[in-house]
């Protein structure tokens, strides 16, 4: 695909970055925007058109005090854990974008949100550009809606779908998917639906569009086998907000995720299980994801995480095996391999009693859950004490704490919040970082049990 830009009489062609639009006057095998290889490809610029119900006109510059724009509320999708993640709703003139595997639930997560508000007064239009619209009732009479209100366009020009979708008023315009839809006023035969151009010109139309119109708009976005939305890396910097919706697709439970949002917080996880009729929301995920642990679990651990601003409980399992080749694999689902090998190695470091060097260790977090922050290390380090002990923990222990390389243990933050669910739940003794409560006295019935390093947290655990 070619730029081509007209300088006086001539024209030249332009390289952009596939992952990040970085431009370049010629091909490079590395681009000096974000250091990706062969990531440079010729496109085309489409034609300077204004797009059909947008004024091409300038405005006059306006001095931000003197601007005064009213309060207009947010539109809740009656999704419980959705509207959790968007900050309470979507913005009016919003652009989302969300992004998960194939069958993880995208489209079945939207539709519900669609079916949820559609109505006569308040229309929904739904561009189906990967299913036909008798397909979209199929899966809607699935998952129990009636589709009053619900406009199917199966049309995947984009100028005349908006056309079309702006005739019906909408709340809302949801496009499934992104890379199935493409301008008509993109030049270029290697200009197709999913093309670098087409994704960009597409998202840029679908932008402008929703602002002037003040109507919020979802996209679908297909994902590569990295997790990234697929198409140029741009994409997440036109929109407003980028979503994603995660879990293995063989579990029940998915989680959605905001890696963007210029109108709330990122920090907000959404939990939902999918059910025969769709996707249910979870409003006590810590029971859930640790229901089935047995009183006598061997190589398990509680650890107290927060999703965003919600405490949730989760299990850490560990399995230690002796290895059969020279050098012992360090396996981890759910976590990151770079605190597995942390951990392994002050275990087998500092503590004698635990030799790894010969063993190989297996990590897992239950319910296809992943966690990032480092207090789950304690956890992590427990768990495989216990495997390796071939001895259970107390059924009523939890553990947070974020391991050091001299084998210390370092404070968490809201200790308090994760504390009073854990209580919540009936645990009643928590090992925890000796440091935390020189900062904090949290408020709470668990019995504490302070530990200055990593040899000490495994005695109490072990003792009580």
């Not at 979507?90 to 995208?106: A, E, F, Q, T, Y």
Request: hydrophobic content about 40%; proline content about 6%.
């Amino acid at each position: 695909m070619t730029i081509t830009r007209k300088v006086g009489h001539r024209e030249r062609s332009v390289f952009a970055c596939k992952e990040c639009g970085h431009e370049t006057a010629k091909w490079v095998d590395r681009c000096p925007g974000c250091d990706a290889w062969n990531s440079s490809v010729e496109w085309r610029e489409p034609k300077a058109a204004a797009p059909p119900g947008l004024t091409a006109t300038a405005e006059a510059p306006v001095q931000l005090a003197e601007l005064h724009i009213e309060n207009t509320p947010r539109l809740p999708l009656g999704i419980g854990e959705l509207d959790r993640v968007l900050g309470g709703g979507l913005v009016p003139g919003s652009l989302v974008l969300l992004g998960g595997d194939p069958g993880i639930g995208k489209s079945t997560l939207i539709l519900q949100a669609a079916g949820s508000i559609a109505s006569p007064k308040r229309p929904v239009v739904y561009l189906a550009g990967e299913e036909s619209p008798s397909q979209v009732k199929l899966r809607a009479e699935r998952l129990g809606l009636t589709g009053e209100g619900l406009y199917v366009i199966g049309e995947t020009a984009l100028e005349r779908a908006l056309e079309q979708a702006a005739a019906q008023n909408p709340a809302l315009v949801i496009v499934d998917s992104i890379q199935t839809v493409y301008c008509e006023e993109l030049e270029g035969g290697r200009s197709g639906p999913g093309s670098l151009a087409q994704l960009r010109e597409s998202t840029l139309l679908l932008m402008r569009w929703a602002k002037q119109s003040s109507v919020p708009v979802f996209l679908i976005g297909h994902v590569t086998k990295d997790g990234d939305i697929a198409g140029p890396r741009m994409l997440e910097h036109i929109v407003d907000v980028v979503l994603y919706l995660e879990g293995d697709r063989y579990s029940a439970y998915r989680l959605l995720r905001g890696v963007k949002n210029r109108f709330g917080s990122v920090d907000e996880v959404g939990v939902f299980e999918m059910a025969g009729d769709g996707l249910r929301g979870v409003e006590n995920p810590s029971e859930a994801f640790i229901a089935e642990r047995p009183a006598d679990a061997i190589g398990s651990a509680i650890v107290p995480t927060l999703e965003g601003s919600r405490p949730v409980l989760i299990e850490v399992q560990a399995l230690t095996s002796p290895s059969v080749t020279p050098a012992p694999r360090r396996t981890a689902n759910g976590l990151d391999i770079n605190r597995l090998l942390l951990v392994t190695a002050v275990l087998s470091r500092r503590l004698n009693m635990v030799q790894l060097a010969q063993q190989d260790v297996i990590a897992n977090v239950i319910g296809g859950l992943r966690i990032g922050e480092p207090a789950a290390d304690l956890g992590l380090a427990l768990a495989i004490v216990s495997s390796f002990k071939d001895k259970a923990f107390p059924p009523d222990l939890v553990a947070i704490g974020e391991v050091g390389l001299s084998g210390e243990l370092r404070s968490v933050a809201h200790l308090e919040r994760r504390l009073l669910e854990a209580e919540r739940l009936g645990f009643k003794r928590c090992v925890l970082p000796e440091s935390t409560l020189t900062r904090q006295r949290p408020q709470t019935g668990i019995e504490l049990l302070p530990a200055a390093g990593l040899r000490d947290a495994v005695r109490l655990a072990l003792n009580h």
